[in-house]
């Protein structure tokens, strides 16, 4: 029997309060953090938000770092304030941080600087170490180079819902028994970008925010950072580490209705909160109190509602939004919530749901001072694209143990890929065609008999592309409705986000366009090929540079491995333009190479049809790891999938030139080249390396 899942360990910055006994303090005096912006230079001081009362000199100070040596963004500096309490309070000591791994969640990045610097970018050298921190994985990477060196490092970028989609990404691995202590969580500061972006979808207030209440208008944006050290019960007391509470369940599903919009029946949210709740083992009236997404937009609350209602019935439990306190912090906030949520049961209270008055077409939330003993409570984080998750805490262990699963093997039942190559054929092999430019172009795909003309005109071409190949691939593996989507990209819809950040920084904060800013979250692909397939199960998007796609194959493995989807519809995606082909080129990550683009789209499953290309036997991803390391992973691949000998390929970079997803190309490369021996698809760079072992099914 599996172990439960126990928190050793939490961090903690908002508006609200720099760690734990702020924040609660701040909790129990109902005292907000909502206030008119200090830190950040921006023209709307007309919308208040949730900042943290420290510059970014004053968290250098307190993080004893010199930020004349090095890089560093706001987003980074939140995440390390935060995640210096949670270890300290673990008792983790550097030398158990290379068996831990560190799982993120972030959209913003490094964002900050990028509108500061980007013209500069544009047009000298100036300030290219500052633009080499925009991605998300490069913010990670920040955070846990403060402390040191971790066994594995990842990057969930899935909107409103980033952060706690890590836990529930650290829960598998503990569950799959690839770690007995992972570090999860998620920051996200204030920007220009995602404030202006906010606000031209029209659901900022320009009064602090009130959700659930017949007036409320929108809401607040907030930033700040929270971490938790979760491990296994058992490893737990063999540190003699002290239990905060517990990880009961998790529910993640996707609304599958629009980008930004949630649906009138409230779908993914009922979907992933039910999940949560049977993965726990108990009955719903059993929860104690629901620390609910809250917004304060009519949409969202509406919705919300209307999935608690059909979850509970008419005994909903006590909920309340605590983004009244900190502000919407919307990467960050399914962590920080659960830091709150663990407060709420530690103390024995529920806290307020702040200026509420009438409820209206809303149930009526917490909002007077209740003191209450918690045993079990809720926690939802909902993101654009329907991206809904809900994590389920406990105060005390249950004794209850998850079932262990048998270790099912996983099939590539199909590939589909667009890229700046003609399909695959052997004659690459022995006449491999050069990519002639260094910006090469992807070939159109065959999207008109997927996507209606109405909808096409408004999306951009990395989103027909990502539809295309999913068809394709779904439609040669035979199957209808994946279980699950996951999805690998570095930059996302980078095309969108440039054009916003352009005329953000050209033409100044007026009248700034908002379809550009809907598609410009990592999570699009993920999200609208969700939407166009009407598929409600998992839904998740990695970002983290050079392994973001193999950060998504690792997910989709360890949930078919143990049972939880029986299909997943894995994609990676990465459009180029000329200013990420100059990053990719000022960055060196090019060194010689052919920039392009690509989508892929496979289909994994636990069955074979009986055309399957292969068997995906395993995979490592791991960070720095020595050389004795990256040996002994290869071993323990071999060893675990049965496999005696091997061949190893570095991947097809002369095939398909380079960009933060190739390895994705790379593995569709390797089946089709597959023969009679397994073969193990390797990539390295300075900070990654990771195995993919494939073998034909004949060798099954």
């Known amino acids: 029997m599996a172990d439960e899942i126990v928190i050793t360990g939490a961090g903690i910055v908002s508006a609200i309060g720099v760690g734990k006994e702020e924040t609660l303090r701040s909790l129990l005096d109902q005292c907000s953090g909502i206030r008119p912006v200090r830190y950040l230079q921006t023209e709307h001081h007309e919308f208040p938000v949730g900042e943290v009362q420290l510059s970014n000199d004053e968290m250098c100070t307190l993080l004893d770092i010199d930020p004349g040596k090095q890089p560093i963004t706001r987003t980074a500096l939140m995440g390390m304030v935060a995640l210096k309490e949670a270890l300290e309070q673990a008792g983790l000591t550097p030398d158990q941080y ?4 560190l799982i993120s969640g972030t959209t913003v990045g490094g964002m900050d600087k990028s509108e500061q610097y980007y013209l500069d970018f544009l047009s000298n050298d100036s300030h290219n170490d500052y633009i080499r921190t925009h991605d998300c994985g490069a913010c990670t990477e920040m955070i846990a180079g403060h402390f040191g060196h971790f066994k594995l490092l990842t990057t969930l970028s899935t909107a409103c819902s980033s952060a706690a989609n890590a836990v529930i990404t650290g829960a598998r691995l503990i569950r799959a ?10 920051t996200e500061c204030i920007t220009k970008f995602h404030l202006n972006g906010f606000a031209s979808l029209m659901i900022l207030d320009k009064e602090p925010c009130r959700p659930f209440d017949a007036t409320r208008a929108g809401l607040n944006l907030g930033e700040g950072a929270a971490w938790l050290v979760m491990e296994t019960a058992t490893h737990a007391r063999r540190r003699r580490a002290k239990t905060l509470m517990c990880l009961a369940g998790y529910g993640n599903a996707c609304d599958a209705f629009h980008q930004t919009a949630t649906s009138t029946n409230g779908e993914g949210p009922y979907l ?40 509970f019935g008419e005994q909903v439990p006590p909920f309340s939004s605590t983004k009244a306190f900190t502000g919407h912090t919307t990467s960050a906030s399914g962590t920080i919530e659960a830091v709150i949520c663990m407060l709420a049961m530690q103390h024995n209270f529920l806290p307020v749901n702040l200026r509420f008055g009438n409820a209206g077409d809303c149930l009526t939330p917490v909002h007077k001072a209740t003191a209450k003993e918690l045993h079990y409570v809720l926690s939802n984080a909902f993101g ?52 002639a430019e260094p910006l090469t172009r992807s070939r159109e795909a065959d999207y008109k008999q997927y996507i209606p003309p109405l909808e096409a005109r408004r999306m951009g071409r990395i ?16 199957v209808e409705t994946p279980q699950a989507i996951i999805t690998g990209t570095g930059l996302g819809c980078i095309e969108n986000t440039e054009i ?3 005329a953000l920084c050209r033409e100044g904060e007026d009248q700034m366009m908002p379809t550009r800013f809907m598609s410009s979250t990592h999570n699009t692909m993920s999200s609208i090929v969700a939407i166009n397939l009407h598929a409600n199960g998992y839904n998740a998007t990695y970002a983290h540079n050079t392994v973001s796609f193999q950060s998504a194959l690792m997910d989709a493995l360890l949930q078919l491995r143990c049972g ?12 180029m333009t000329p200013s990420y082909h100059t990053l990719l080129c ?16 496979m289909v994994l499953s636990t069955g074979n049809n009986g055309h399957a290309l292969c068997e995906v036997a395993g995979m490592r991803l791991l960070h720095r790891p020595t050389e004795a390391e990256r040996q002994q992973a290869l071993d323990e691949l071999l060893t675990e999938a049965g496999v005696a000998d091997c061949e190893m390929t570095d991947g097809y970079p002369e095939l398909f030139g380079v960009n933060y997803t190739t390895p994705a190309l790379d593995l569709y490369a390797a089946t089709r080249l597959l023969k009679d021996k397994p073969v193990v698809v390797r990539y390295s760079d300075e900070n990654h390396y990771s195995l993919i072992l494939i073998r034909p099914c004949s060798a099954c």
């Open 98 to 101: 290379p068996q831990t791994p």
């Open 177 to 186: 028994g690839r770690a007995e202590c992972v570090v999860v969580g998620g």
């Open 272 to 311: 992933a909160m039910r999940q949560a709740i049977t993965g726990a083992g108990i009955r719903p009236d059993q929860v104690d109190y629901i620390n609910t997404h809250g917004t304060g937009t009519g949409n969202n609350d509406e919705t919300e509602s209307t999935a608690m209602r059909r979850l």
């Open 384 to 435: 654009f694209g329907g991206n809904d998750s809900a994590l389920l805490f406990s105060k005390e262990e249950s004794g209850r143990r998850a079932a262990e699963r048998e270790e099912k093997r996983v099939y590539l039942l199909s590939a589909a890929q667009i890229s700046a190559q003609e399909p695959l054929c052997d004659a690459w092999m022995t006449d491999p065609v050069p990519l």
């Open 463 to 478: 989103l027909k592309r990502a539809i295309a190949v999913a068809h394709k691939s779904l439609d040669d593996a035979g």
């Open 500 to 502: 916003f950040l352009n």
């Open 564 to 575: 939880a989807v029986g299909n997943a519809l894995l994609c990676a995606h990465d459009e």
């Open 586 to 601: 000022k960055g060196g990550y090019l060194a010689g190479k052919k920039a392009a683009e690509c989508a892929v789209s």
